[in-house]
């Protein structure tokens, strides 16, 4: 996350200046009318203006102000708790540093403490697992980089964690199981099935595979490690619907979540492909692109094809993309072909696969 330090006051602005050396890749944005010979940026628009285009880009925001100011010019650019960047507020003599949108998921909880903790300030956080000194969930997930389904039951199973409930944990991989080992209320479960008898009032599930006999309980959330890699090939000027139905349809048919897709690869060819870069940022990530020659000495259990050779000079592309992509990690599918498109799946190299949902 890249963050800005907003400022509106001479008296702000010394404390975002300061702020800036102890964050040194923050952005420190100060108005026109303070310009000094510095590394600042300078907006001759006004906060209402500057703060939404600077959260439009997705950076956290340490706003030196009146909390009305902040939440005046943010409030119409909110959009979800997954997808808000983290926004905190200062007073000018830096006395208080509060956590103010986007606590868990976006980070502004721990900013918060960070900000206080460089200034010496007191931190303002008011979310009932931080003040009760639990860790929630869509924290953990922040923290272990899994992704969040469905968000609308974050709510529901941080309230049992907060009323000390049973809350049966499937975590085979370990990615949070630690940061809950004296949660009162949390115990690991085995497996899925061993979680869904176990009497619990919730359940929190760590996993890459589709349940959909179980997805749409309410007392149940499922965070999903973003681990696995895609590759993709396609021909010149294949749509992004095209491209998403192909994914789709081979993640949906081995079973593995759409969020837990972590990187996506190709071939430098296709690196201005405009329904790849599409595909790419539905899901939030970036296009990681490989010469043919690195894709050359790479080998999946496919066989060589003519086509790409031809095309972009390559034995292949989607699997030896995924297989660099997965730094060493195994390709899970191998390269299929649909219409236009050819994609295989690997998983990132430190990670295992977990157990099959039916277990």
């Known amino acids: 996350m890249t963050l800005a330090i907003c400022a509106i006051t001479a008296g702000g602005a010394a404390l975002a200046r300061r702020l800036g050396t102890l964050l040194p890749e923050a952005q420190v944005w100060l108005p026109e009318k303070l310009r000094a010979d510095d590394h600042c940026h300078y907006s001759a628009a006004g906060m209402a203006e500057l703060l939404p285009r600077l959260f439009q880009r997705g950076q956290g925001l340490i706003c030196i102000m009146a909390t009305g100011i902040v939440v005046r010019s943010l409030a119409p650019q909110l959009r979800s708790k997954a997808l808000d960047p983290a926004v905190v507020v200062l007073d000018e003599a830096g006395h208080f540093v509060i956590s103010l949108l986007a606590g868990h998921l976006g980070g502004a ?39 969040v389904e ?5 709510r529901t199973l941080n309230s049992l964690l907060l009323q000390g409930k049973k809350i049966a944990l499937v975590d085979h991989q370990r990615l949070i199981a630690e940061r809950f080992a ?58 992004k619907e095209e491209i998403t139905q192909a994914v789709e349809g081979i993640l949906n048919r081995a079973w593995l979540a759409r969020l837990a897709v972590g990187r996506i690869a190709t071939i430098n060819d296709k690196g201005d492909e ?9 899901f939030g990530l970036p296009l990681i692109t490989y010469s043919r020659d690195q894709l050359n000495r790479v080998h999946g259990p496919s066989p060589a094809s003519k086509h790409a050779l031809a095309a972009v000079g390559a034995h292949g592309v989607c699997e030896p993309a995924a297989l660099l992509a997965a730094e060493g990690g195994p ?29």
């Open 150 to 154: 469905p968000l609308e039951h974050i």
């Open 331 to 359: 390709l899970l599918i191998p390269k299929q072909k649909c219409g236009q498109v050819t994609v295989a799946v690997a998983r990132l190299r430190a990670l295992t696969p977990d157990e099959d949902s039916r277990a």
């Open 274 to 282: 405009a329904g790849l870069l599409a595909v790419a940022a539905e």
């Open 182 to 239: 004296t949660t009162p209320g949390v115990e690991l479960a085995a497996n899925f099935s061993a979680a869904s008898h176990a009497g619990a009032a919730g359940r929190v599930f760590v996993t890459e595979r589709l349940i959909p006999e179980l997805a749409a309980q309410k007392d149940l959330l499922l965070l999903r490690p973003r681990h696995l890699v895609l590759g993709i090939g396609c021909n010149r000027h294949t749509s």
């Open 109 to 147: 909880n721990a900013l918060t403490r960070q900000v206080a903790s460089l200034l010496s300030a007191t931190p303002v956080i008011t979310t009932a697992t931080d003040v009760n000194g639990l860790c929630a969930w869509d924290e953990a997930a922040r923290l272990a980089n899994l992704a």
